[in-house]
């Protein structure tokens, strides 16, 4: 929980509540009344109410922050106290990955500093204070910003020849992995334009890619304006196991058709989404709206999977230094983190 705190309120707070005061205090009001006072039940009360009216003024004002500039005064992994120079006090929580890049050797108590804060009032980047933040501009940011109809048409579900770009129909030919494979539905490739089905019968010819077309393979699908596979070429790729190909299409196609009770149930919990925990699928699904930003589902649905690598980490759907999901690299291949803002890994 996140907390402003006066010193001079603390400082008023210490005094009122002196044991001796307190008391006397409370038997003085309860023999005016003709009652007999329990002092430890009245002092809980007080305290409760005390405690109430400030989280709710402090969690108020603190969502209407952007920005706090004041001094360390203590910090450990994953949170933050800040003093600012008004002697307000802030205790702040840190998402995974803040970023840190413009501190020489990190955070350390007494130096004076500037966090930047998500909707949710935790802090995402920490830098010097008196310094600006490097890198986009709001006004660049809007310009990428993802539209509500730019989402409904990536959720559309999976795309056919006629719903590709100008450009690329007139190329007649584009790039992708397999994900799904099969002559009497249709096989879908996941391309830069999203998951795309193709018909491939026994005309299309197949020769250089050994006569078959199998999930997880890289492919160069040339085809025609009905969305028939005219040839299919073989091209190199970065997953080198087409079973991990595969999965990471699974859940491409989940977001492409917003189906999130099916990507829910490819997750690996509890699971941490920007630093707060989600213990199970139906926790994940209330919080849907948040987690499938517009970002997100841009950054899952046009993923290259020519270019995605298997890393160390796992498998990167989107940009492992932007929103996306990350399926662990161990056979199992389950969702094991998701990022939805931009982070920067340390």
Not at 1 to 21: H, L, P, T
Request: some cysteine; aromatic content about 4%; charged content about 25%.
């Amino acid at each position: 929980m996140k907390r402003i705190i006066s010193n001079e309120n603390i400082k008023q707070m210490v005094k009122r509540g002196s044991a001796a005061g307190l008391i006397m205090l409370l038997l003085g009001t309860s023999i005016a009344c003709g009652k007999k006072p329990t002092a430890v039940e009245t002092t809980a009360a007080t305290e409760a109410a005390t405690e109430a009216a400030t989280e709710a003024e402090t969690t108020e004002a603190i969502n209407d922050l952007k920005e706090i500039t004041g001094k360390v005064s203590d910090a450990a992994m994953h949170s933050l106290v800040l003093e600012d120079k008004d002697g307000k006090t802030y205790e702040l929580s840190l998402v995974d990955g803040v970023d840190t890049s413009m501190l020489q050797g990190g955070v350390e108590v007494g130096m004076d500093v500037t966090v930047e804060l998500d909707s949710a009032g935790d802090v995402i980047s920490i830098r010097p204070a008196g310094t600006e933040l490097v890198g986009e501009t709001e006004e660049a940011e809007s310009k990428e910003a993802v539209s509500s109809d730019e989402v409904k048409q990536l959720q559309s579900g999976v795309k056919t020849v006629a719903d590709l770009s100008y450009d690329v129909q007139n190329a007649g030919a584009i790039s992708g992995v397999v994900i799904e494979a099969s002559e009497e539905d249709g096989t879908i490739v996941q391309t830069v334009e999203g998951p795309v089905e193709f018909t491939v019968s026994k005309e299309t010819d197949k020769s250089a890619v050994g006569g078959k077309v199998n999930p997880g393979d890289g492919v160069r699908v040339f085809f025609n304006e009905d969305g028939d596979a005219l040839s299919l070429e073989s091209m190199d790729m970065s997953i080198n196991n087409p079973d991990a190909a595969v999965a990471a299409g699974e859940v491409i196609l989940d977001v492409a058709n917003n189906d999130f009770k099916s990507f829910a149930s490819k997750v690996q919990y509890p699971i941490l989404v920007d630093g707060k925990e989600y213990a199970d699928a139906e926790a994940l699904e209330k919080a849907k709206d948040s987690i499938w930003t517009p970002e997100l589902i841009k950054a899952v649905v046009t993923e290259d999977l020519l270019k995605t690598a298997a890393k160390d980490a796992g498998i990167f759907i989107g940009k492992d230094d932007g929103p996306y999901v990350l399926i662990n690299n161990d056979m199992v291949f389950e969702i094991s983190g998701i990022a939805v803002r931009k982070v920067v890994q340390n």
